[in-house]
């Protein structure tokens, strides 16, 4: 079997505003797709790591690229990322150091993204989680 190649197109007509830290459209053609797990801070012992939200986003965030790389992709598959932040308030204020652990670990393009305040998330502790979809080579 020939490996397809999966083209992944980031659209951002100009009505809706240049984005900043996110893409407002990602099409994938053709190819597999992979539905990331929600993932917070959890070290090896499953309990969170980070003193705030930047060190608890780097975590989750190398977390859901394990993950994503483990079904075979890379972090420019990334199509779409939903993040869940108990205090947006605090997460916008640190959105430069969390934009720089982004471009670290995942590179320069950008999925499209929501960022949405929760309440609290499953683990008392955690105060970012990361949930995404990834496109697939093949």
Known sequence: MVPR???I???NPAELGRPAGFSHVVTVSPGRLAFLAGQT??????????????EQ?????????AALRAAGGEP???VSLTVYAVDLADYRAHGREIGEVWRRLAG??????A??????????????ELQGVA????
């Open 9 to 11: 197109d980031r659209v």
């Open 115 to 128: 960022a949405v305040g929760v309440h609290r998330l499953w683990d008392p502790a955690a105060l970012v």
């Open 76 to 78: 420019g598959g990334l």
């Open 108 to 113: 320069r393009e950008y999925p499209a993204m």
């Open 5 to 7: 190649i999966v083209t």
């Open 135 to 138: 496109a697939l080579p093949g």
């Open 57 to 65: 986003f780097e975590r989750a965030l190398a977390r859901l690229l």
């Open 41 to 54: 801070a959890l070290d090896e012992q499953g309990r969170i790591t980070g003193s705030g939200v930047a």
